[in-house]
Nanobody, 128 residues
Framework: QGQLVESGGGLVQPGGSLRLSCSAS????????IGWFRQAPGKEREGVSC????????YYGDTVQGRFTISRNKDKNTIDLQMNSLKPEDTAVYYC?????????????????????WGQGTQVTVSS
């Protein structure tokens, strides 16, 4: 049974950076589409980023475009999210995801059911 476990969340000041990491076990994420979602208290779940199996198609949410970068660390078998220029509105629980299909559609954020694996989430708080 595959599993995803996130780490790297915490408290950071506005303008700061954090790097989230998601460890995969029971499957090789290199063969999956991977991504990140987030959910803030009282708000709907939001798609942060998604990249296809071959990384040929990568998408970011409008609110994080240019500030966040998704990547694979093949040596560590992790899915990473580098977050720069953080804002208070980035405060949320962040979840990493993986899809067996290997495909990432531009409207991936409307297709959460297509992701077969979800991590338990890690809290990111941006506050001074």
């Amino acid at each position: 049974q595959g599993q995803l476990v996130e780490s790297g969340g915490g408290l950071v000041q506005p303008g700061g950076s954090l790097r989230l990491s998601c460890s995969a076990s029971g499957f090789d994420p290199d063969y999956y589409a991977i991504g990140w979602f987030r959910q803030a208290p009282g708000k709907e779940r939001e798609g942060v980023s998604c990249t296809s199996r071959d990384d040929a198609s990568t998408y970011y949410g409008d609110t994080v475009q240019g500030r966040f970068t998704i990547s694979r660390n093949k040596d560590k078998n992790t899915i990473d999210l580098q977050m720069n220029s953080l804002k208070p509105e980035d405060t949320a629980v962040y979840y990493c995801v993986a899809a067996t299909s290997g495909v990432c559609y531009s409207d991936y954020y409307t297709r959460p059911d297509e992701f077969d694996y979800w991590g338990q989430g890690t809290q990111v708080t941006v506050s001074s």
